[in-house]
């Protein structure tokens, strides 16, 4: 019994310790962004009103709806490049399959090679020796071929091991407190999370994201996100993406949920697999023109977003949301898309032309890797790979596997 008491005493202490650890990291976080600018909170600037179309709140004896039919804006908005600015890419890794596939993307974007990308942070989680010996090889022939530190690893403690799930609490919500940080220390810059398992980006994403955003009609600005992400696959459906009998023999149909985890767009692998193949159907038929579309996409339902490619600014900070929200308990991506997105009054959308495309959910990597979609991405990434220099060409080792 005594024994039992301790064991409870300690799980308690250690739920506590990570509550406060969070706060902690909020109240800092919190600290340097009333430090650096006082901006007046998104909650309390007037707004002009949104389009007619956009779903008000209801009451709880109203029934729920699902989002009405494909609503997009088109208003461009010009970026307005500050001085001494940078747009930096943050990598939540790393797992070398698919950094590897993803890097040759990367290095297309970056502002010497005519993108945008002036930095690439590699924020280091589930990751393994392997993954660190190659990921550290890789960056380093990169930033000497141009010259200086482009790519660099950032960690929070390189002793511990989180190579396996469950990743270690605090993980994912340290580094994200960590580029709010950033952000509102560099309030002048751009940063673009993405996570590392992002396998496929069209030309010009990135500068799509910054051209497109419009701070008056949204909050976050999300990437139009093929392959597993069951709020864009709901889109794309929206879109007639999935009535080709080509792509979905089964005529299966992914669901809208608000809490994010609809079983055809989140559980489901044989959903996972038909997102998968339209996009390689119509990669290969050189019409992915078809999955993409102008303007933003609004999603005022305010339903939980997967994070996996996403713009992140100033604009994003809002102190009295923040305080309101609390600290970041279970989920980065629940508090960010759920908790403190609907604590402003601006929806978050989508980018119709930032284009990628994201690898698997949890849920359904097990099934998706038995069938040959990765190495399919490996070839369509290779005619890119194969531009590069050949001391990143040695690095990346796709002659290896692709036994060319």
Request: proline fraction near 5%; hydrophobic fraction near 40%.
């Amino acid at each position: 019994m005594a024994g039992r008491k301790r064991m409870s005493a300690t799980f308690k202490l250690g739920q506590n310790m990570h509550l406060l650890s969070c706060t902690a990291l909020l109240m800092i976080t919190l600290i340097t962004l009333a430090y650096n600018f006082n901006p007046l909170p998104a909650s309390t600037v007037r707004h002009q009103p949104l389009p007619v179309q956009v779903h008000h709140k209801r009451s709880e004896a109203q029934p729920r709806q699902e989002p009405k039919p494909l609503q997009i804006k088109t208003q461009v908005r010009k970026p307005a490049r500050k001085p001494n600015s940078e747009n930096i890419l943050c990598i939540f890794a790393g797992r070398w399959d698919f950094l590897r596939i993803n890097f040759a993307y990367i290095y297309r974007s970056l502002r010497k090679n005519g993108g945008v990308l002036d930095k690439v942070y590699y924020y280091m989680m589930m990751y393994d020796n392997q993954t660190l010996s190659k990921l550290t090889e890789l960056t380093q022939t990169a930033n000497n071929i141009l010259g200086k530190r482009v790519f660099q690893l950032r960690f929070r403690n390189r002793a511990k091991d989180t190579s396996a799930r469950p990743v270690p609490k605090g993980t994912f919500e340290g580094f994200l407190y960590e580029v709010f940080n950033d952000v509102a220390k560099h309030p002048e810059r751009k940063y673009f999370k993405m996570d590392d398992d992002i396998v496929y980006i069209h030309p010009g994403t990135f500068r799509q994201l910054i051209e497109q955003q419009n701070t008056s009609e949204c909050f976050i600005h999300f990437a139009n996100i093929g392959g597993a992400n069951w709020r864009c696959s709901y889109i794309h459906q929206e879109m007639g993406i999935y009535d080709n009998e080509a792509i979905n023999p089964k005529k299966l149909k992914f669901q809208f949920s608000r809490d994010g985890l609809p079983k055809c767009g989140w559980k489901s692998a044989e959903c996972a697999a038909v997102a998968m193949e339209a996009f390689f159907y119509h990669y290969q038929n050189k019409s992915l023109e078809k999955l993409l579309f102008d303007g933003r996409y609004l999603t005022p339902e305010r339903a939980r977003f997967s994070i996996n490619f996403l713009l992140m600014d100033s604009n994003l900070i809002d102190i009295k949301a923040m305080m309101e929200s609390g600290p970041i308990l279970t989920s980065d991506e629940h508090w960010l898309t759920v908790v403190y997105s609907r604590k402003v009054k601006k929806p978050n959308c989508v980018v119709g032309r930032a284009f990628v495309v994201h690898f698997s959910y949890f849920t359904t990597l097990g099934e998706i890797n038995k069938h040959d979609f990765l190495p399919r991405f490996e070839t369509i990434a290779y005619d890119l790979v194969k531009e590069l220099p050949e001391a990143l060409q040695t690095s990346l080792a796709f002659n290896q596997t692709l036994g060319s």
